[in-house]
């Protein structure tokens, strides 16, 4: 299983199965994590309900040529099975996030509000549009406002297949009134990254893809600037890797002496 994500305090998860092109829903329970050697096992807290899943098939092919085909299908498949939730994260398989910390980014922003938040990219749409890569989320009112623009908005794109996903989705946005927030800690440092946590410490500038300066909305800082203790996201994370982050932020600690 490449990626997982699930339903924790109000917050909706989407379950990206290991060949990568449909949807899992989970739905009726709270899910925790148990660890079996190296593999991660998903079981029931409340081990008396039955593990109720649904899958929905968005293509019939897998590709990147498919990210926007599978992402109108998960926001459509979203606002018409699950309206009554107040947010929405879209991540792909190989994005690792931290729930509690997307928590605490939306505790204060109000559903009915339509905005969208994600790591702030500059070029080709004015207000700036979210990192597919590293995860964006929207409000309920964004949802609404953005589904209903793909089935009636020709700018939104909805019959295309194809094209960059982030850039479409930030489009369509602009397009029908949804705001792009900052979603910058009161340190200025970003809380979602479209590289790994190894990858965004580790280089500097220069080692950095020749487009990631050019494409961020903020300067890129790089050390332990990179990224606020409050992150939210990091993209390109193996399977492998989600155990060792899992191991750092839920199980090992430091002694107090």
């Known amino acids: 299983m490449k990626g997982i994500t699930g339903t924790l305090y109000g917050i909706r998860y989407w379950l990206a199965l290991p ?24 079981y029931a807290e409340d081990k008396t309900q039955p593990l109720d899943i649904s899958i929905s098939f968005a293509t019939e092919t897998e ?17 018409e099975r699950y309206s009554d939730y107040d947010f929405f994260l ?43 890569g590293g995860g964006y989320v929207l409000s309920r009112s964004a949802l609404k406002l953005i589904v209903a623009g793909l089935d009636k908005n020709p700018a939104c794109n909805g019959n295309v297949s194809g094209g960059a996903e982030d ?3 930030g ?17 200025g440092l970003e809380r979602f990254h479209p ?16 487009w990631y300066g ?15 203790s409050l992150s939210v996201t990091f993209h390109y994370v193996s399977p492998e890797d989600m155990n060792l982050y899992e191991f750092f932020l839920y199980r090992l600690r430091p002694a107090v002496l």
């Open 167 to 169: 850039v479409r989705i």
């Open 90 to 132: 879209k991540a792909d398989d190989d994005t690792y996030t931290i729930v509690e910390n997307l928590r605490y980014l939306l505790k204060d922003h109000d559903p009915e509000v339509p905005i969208i938040m994600g790591r702030r990219w500059r070029p080709h749409v004015k207000q700036g549009y979210p990192s597919g």
């Open 19 to 42: 060949s990568g092109f449909f949807f899992g829903i989970i739905f009726g329970m709270h899910l925790a994590r148990q660890y079996e050697g190296s593999i991660p096992v998903l």
């Open 63 to 79: 590709g990147r040529d498919q990210l926007w085909t599978k992402t109108k299908f998960g926001l459509h498949h979203a606002l």
């Open 195 to 210: 590289f790994s946590a190894i990858g965004m410490i580790n280089h500097v500038n220069e080692d950095h893809p020749k």
């Open 214 to 228: 050019a494409y961020n909305y903020h300067k890129v800082l790089t050390g332990y600037r990179c990224c606020s």
């Open 171 to 187: 489009a369509c946005a602009q397009e029908v009134g949804v705001k792009l927030v900052d979603s910058l800690d009161d340190k």
